[in-house]
């Protein structure tokens, strides 16, 4: 019996994939954005998603809920308990 790959999975990933500095740069006004040419890509929101799990993601994560935190939008309580999981995402990598 052959298997076949599967076609969703790309086995072939740029060198860029997942890597946070590439995908989701700081930009000239100090937040972070995707690259126009992110968008021509067929892979963005996988790799996006792959970048943010990351150490250095799960560490912008923890900077957008101290910036949430500071503009009242999250609750003290959520931002602690999504803090602690992502401190301990960051331990285990």
């Known amino acids: 019996m052959k298997i076949e790959p599967n076609p969703t999975m790309n ?4 060198d860029c994939f997942g890597v946070l500095q590439m ?3 700081i930009g000239e006004s ?3 954005e ?7 890509c067929s ?3 996988a ?5 943010l799990k990351t150490k250095e993601g799960l560490t912008v994560k923890g ?6 935190a500071a503009s009242g ?12 999981e992502m401190s301990r995402l960051m331990k285990e990598k």
Not at 11 to 14: E, L, Q, T
Not at 34 to 40: D, E, G, I, V
Not at 73 to 84: A, D, N, P
């Open 23 to 25: 995908v989701f740069p």
């Open 43 to 45: 892979e963005r929101t």
């Open 73 to 84: 939008m999250v609750g003290r309580f959520k931002r602690w308990s999504r803090k602690k």
């Open 11 to 14: 086995v072939d990933k740029k």
């Open 34 to 40: 995707s690259p126009p040419r992110c968008f021509q």
């Open 63 to 68: 900077e957008v809920l101290d910036r949430a």
């Open 30 to 32: 100090g937040l972070r």
């Open 47 to 51: 790799c996006l998603r792959a970048a």
